[in-house]
C-alpha cells in the first residue's frame, strides 16, 4: 500500500465517493434518499480535491433537466439555479470574414433548457446532500486505492499535506487519511488519475476503442447591456480552425449581463504549431464575434479536458469493491455538446443498484446490475444514437457534416455499423518538419489576453514547496524527443503556461515546469506524445478556484 512507510488515521464507510461533480453528488443524494425511504443507516462519504465545492467545475453550460428532475422533482421549489432559460439556438459556419447562418441540427436545439453555471449547480448539490447526511470533505484529494487481500477495492487515501518538493515531510506535515468502504465510486470526471490506475490494474479497456479528448477553453464575460441576450445560445464551426481539426466554439448569454464564451479543440489535433489558447482568442478577432466582447470585461477563467469518445469507448464500468460513474467513464453526448445529465444519469443507476446490493449485505460486491440497467435506461439509447458522429469527424469537417446529416435526418442514429475512432489521441502529431507554424496575433489585453494573466482569473494557486504533481517518467525525453521531433508542442497545448523549454546553462535546453500555473485541466496527461507526463493530485485545496463557471 502506498504511504505505508506513515501511520494514518482510519475511517469507515459504507460508501466512498471520489469527486463532488454532478456524478458523485448525484449518486451520494440517490444512495441516502433510498436509504431514508427504507428506513436504513447508511454511511457516505464524498471527498473534493477543489478548496470547496465546485471549485475546479468548469463546463458551458447549457444544462438538460432531466436527470435532474428525476433526482428532486421538485428542483424548482428547492431553489435549484436554473434561472436562464433558453430561448433562442443559431449554429453558425465562420470564414475569416463572414458568418453564415446554418440550420441548428436537432441535437443541438435546446427548447427546455438552462443556462447555468455548472458550479453553482454543485454547490447547491452539496447543501441537498449534506441535508439528507452525507459527509462531504473539500480539500481531500483521493491519492491512492485502497485494496483487500482478495484484491477488491477497499476505499481510498487522501492525500498528505506538508511534504517538501523533495516528498520527505515538512514541519506542517499531516499524513493523510484511510477510508475504509464497503464500496467506492469514482467520480473524478475527465482523466481521472486513480480512473486511470484501475483502468490499467482490472483492464477495463480491453475490447473498447480508444478514448478521445477535447480541451474547452472558457471565458465569462460582463458585456455591455445592450449586447446581452439573455437565452441565447450560439454555437459555431469552421474558422480559425482548418478542416481537418475538430472543434468550434460556444457562446451563451445568460444571468444578469454575462456572457459564457468558450473554444473547443479535439486533441487528436495534428499541427505540433497549434495552440488551443491562441486559437480562442483569435476567435474573438472575428468581425461578427468582436463587436459583443467590445466595451465588456472578462471576468473569469479557466480550461478543462472534455471526453468525446462516447459509447465505443466506455471503459468496463464495474470491478471488485467500486464503479466508475459520470466523465471518468465518459458519458459526454457530443453532438449534443452535453454531458451534466448523462453523468448524472449514470450516477443514479449506480446508486440504485449499489443499494440493493449493500442491502442483501454484500461487501465489496461486483456491481453487475449497475452496466445492465444503463443498458435499459434511456441514457444508452441516448448514446447509441450519438455514437457516429464525432468519429466521422477524422474524414474532415465537410465529409463530416454530410455523413452526420445522413446519420441524423435518414439513419435516425439507427445506423447498422459502428465507426471506429482514429486512434490515441497522443500519437496523431506530425513531425514539426511537415507542419506549418501558425502566425497568432499579439494579445491587445482589451479582446484578447496572454496566459499568465488568463490563469490570474481562474484564482489558481498551489502550495510553491510541495512535490510537483506533473511528473516525468523520463526527464530527458522532452528535450530528446518532443523539442527535437515536434517543436515542444507542451508550451503551446497547455493552456496555462506551465511548461516551457529554458536555456540549460549550458548551450542546450530544458523543460521547465511550472507546476503553481496548473489549472487542472489534464491536457498534458492526454497529449504528450510519448505519454511520458503523468498528472496525479497535487496536496489538497490546490488548483483553480471557480466561481461562477
Known amino acids: 500500500m502506498a504511504g505505508a512507510e506513515v501511520e494514518r ?100 436545439r435546446n427548447h427546455g433548457n438552462y443556462i447555468i453555471s455548472l458550479g453553482r449547480l454543485c454547490r447547491w448539490l452539496a447543501e441537498q446532500a449534506e441535508a439528507l447526511g452525507v459527509e462531504i470533505f473539500p480539500g481531500f484529494p483521493a491519492a491512492e486505492v485502497l485494496f483487500d487481500e482478495e484484491g477488491r477495492v477497499a476505499g481510498v487515501v487522501t492525500g498528505d499535506f506538508g511534504r517538501r518538493k523533495d516528498g520527505t515531510p515538512g514541519p506542517q506535515f499531516q499524513p493523510g487519511m484511510a477510508l475504509q468502504a464497503r464500496f467506492t465510486l469514482f467520480a ?63 457562446i451563451y448569454h445568460w444571468g444578469d449581463g454575462l456572457v459564457a464564451y468558450g473554444f473547443v479543440v479535439g486533441l487528436d489535433y495534428r499541427n505540433p504549431y497549434l495552440s488551443p489558447f491562441e486559437e480562442a482568442q483569435r476567435f474573438k478577432l472575428h468581425p461578427a464575434i468582436r463587436p459583443l466582447f467590445e466595451g465588456g470585461k472578462r471576468i473569469g477563467y479557466g480550461a478543462r479536458a472534455l471526453v468525446e469518445g462516447g459509447l465505443q469507448s466506455l471503459p468496463e464500468l464495474i470491478f471488485p469493491g467500486g464503479a466508475l460513474i459520470g466523465d471518468c467513464a465518459g458519458f459526454l453526448n457530443v453532438p449534443k455538446i452535453k454531458g451534466t445529465h448523462t453523468a448524472m444519469k449514470s450516477a443514479m443507476v449506480a446508486a440504485e443498484a449499489l443499494f440493493e446490493a449493500l442491502g442483501r449485505g454484500e461487501e465489496r460486491p461486483l456491481l453487475s446490475a449497475y452496466p445492465e440497467r444503463l443498458r435499459q435506461s434511456w441514457l444508452w439509447e441516448e448514446l447509441h444514437r450519438a455514437r457516429n458522429i464525432r468519429p466521422a469527424f477524422r474524414f474532415g469537417l465537410w465529409p463530416a457534416l454530410a455523413y452526420a446529416a445522413f446519420d441524423t435526418y435518414v439513419l435516425r442514429g439507427r445506423a447498422p455499423w459502428t465507426l471506429r475512432h482514429h ?92 507546476f503553481a500555473n496548473c489549472v487542472h485541466c489534464k491536457t498534458c496527461d492526454i497529449k504528450d506524445p510519448e505519454q511520458n507526463i503523468e498528472w496525479v493530485a497535487p496536496e489538497g485545496g490546490g488548483g483553480p478556484n471557480y466561481a461562477d463557471m
Request: proline share 9%.
Open 188 to 250: 473524478e470526471g475527465c482523466r481521472g488519475h486513480l480512473t486511470k490506475r484501475l483502468i490499467r490494474r482490472f483492464g477495463l479497456d480491453r475490447g473498447r476503442q480508444p478514448q478521445t479528448y477535447g480541451l474547452g477553453i472558457k471565458e465569462l464575460w460582463r458585456v455591455a447591456p445592450e449586447r446581452h441576450r439573455p437565452g441565447l445560445v450560439v454555437h459555431t464551426i469552421g474558422w480559425p480552425l482548418d478542416h481537418r481539426t475538430y472543434g468550434g466554439s460556444f
Open 423 to 514: 486512434g490515441p489521441d497522443h500519437a496523431t502529431l506530425e513531425p514539426s518538419s511537415r507542419a506549418r507554424p501558425i502566425p497568432y496575433p499579439k494579445p491587445d489585453g482589451v479582446i484578447t489576453f496572454d496566459r499568465l494573466s488568463s490563469v490570474y482569473l481562474s484564482n489558481t494557486a498551489h502550495e510553491e514547496n510541495q512535490p510537483c504533481h506533473l511528473r516525468l517518467r523520463d526527464a530527458e525525453l522532452p528535450v530528446r524527443v518532443n523539442l527535437a521531433r515536434y517543436d515542444g508542442p507542451e508550451q503551446r497545448y497547455c493552456p496555462a503556461q506551465v511548461y516551457e523549454f529554458v536555456d540549460d546553462g549550458q548551450g542546450g535546453k530544458r523543460l521547465q515546469i511550472n
Open 9 to 108: 488515521e482510519s475511517m469507515a464507510f459504507d460508501v466512498v465517493v471520489v469527486g463532488a461533480g454532478p456524478a458523485g453528488l448525484t449518486a451520494a443524494i440517490r444512495l441516502k434518499q433510498l436509504a431514508q425511504a427504507a428506513g436504513r443507516d447508511l454511511s457516505v462519504c464524498v471527498l473534493e480535491k477543489g478548496a470547496e465545492v465546485g471549485a475546479h467545475i468548469l463546463s458551458g453550460a447549457v444544462l438538460e433537466p432531466r436527470s435532474l428532475a428525476e433526482l428532486f422533482p421538485d428542483w424548482r421549489e428547492r431553489g435549484a439555479p436554473l434561472s436562464t432559460p433558453v430561448e433562442e439556438d443559431r449554429f453558425l459556419y465562420l470564414t475569416a470574414k463572414r458568418a453564415l447562418r446554418l440550420p441548428t441540427p436537432p441535437q443541438m
